[in-house]
């Protein structure tokens, strides 16, 4: 029996939007047993941003830089690319098979592959943006896992699950974390995860895949 991708993702996260999707298929890797490992739960919750372009960074930031983020539509575009979760620093929770349709319609099968990191990885973004709609990729995150999409073996998505550590106020010491999922998607084939994924009901799979 068919679901959507939106209930198969967020039956642990209530994060995604919706392919359809066959019957999951559930591989646990040796690493599993660390139980120190951070799972992702379900008070994670999907950062919504705005379709509302801004030309604020085209103003104050050279076209040209690879860091800077333009807003194209309802996606941000990062030329030099956004952090790539660590496979090689992850195991595998769970593998399940997903149907999805290309920008041209196409109907393809998807590969749908849960991740959790070994230690929880701690990074930032490094990116110049002008706009108010990305506050929450600013700063120090922290993620406890993260799903890869692929088509035909070639990886062309990443969901990632993270908090935000954010500063305590003057009169607390200690600091807190704000739970929140984003999407990266390698859009043109070329390796680069430049596109940040706006609010979309349904994820459109990038023709590239069938080459």
């Known amino acids: 029996m068919k679901r959507s991708l939106t209930l198969c993702l967020l039956l642990p996260f209530v994060a995604f939007q919706s392919f359809s999707c066959s019957e999951a298929v ?7 047993a660390n139980s120190s490992t951070k799972q992702p739960t379900e008070n994670h919750s999907t950062r919504t941003v705005s379709n509302q372009p801004t030309q604020a960074d085209k103003r104050e930031f050279p076209s040209d830089s690879q ?3 333009l807003p194209i539509g309802k996606d941000y ?4 690319g956004w952090t790539v979760p660590s496979e090689t620093e992850a195991y595998v929770t769970k593998k399940q098979r997903d ?5 041209d319609g196409k109907a393809v099968e998807v590969t749908t592959i849960y991740y959790d990191y070994k230690t929880m990885k701690s990074y930032s973004e490094d990116f110049y943006y002008g706009g108010p709609n990305l506050d929450n990729m600013k700063g ?3 993620s406890g896992g993260f799903i890869g999409y692929s088509v035909n073996g070639k990886r062309f998505m990443y ?3 993270v908090e935000k550590i954010v500063p305590p106020p003057a009169s607390n010491s200690d600091p807190h974390d704000e739970p929140f999922v984003y999407q990266i998607m390698d859009a043109d084939g070329n390796g680069i995860f430049e596109t940040l994924l706006g609010d ?3 994820i459109v799979v990038p023709n590239w895949v069938l080459k």
């Open 67 to 69: 860091d800077v983020v």
């Open 26 to 32: 559930v591989e646990n890797s040796a690493g599993a």
């Open 140 to 142: 120090r995150l922290r």
């Open 99 to 103: 149907m999805g349709t290309t920008k």
């Open 159 to 161: 969901a990632v699950f």
């Open 77 to 80: 575009i990062k030329k030099s």
């Open 200 to 202: 979309y009901d349904e």
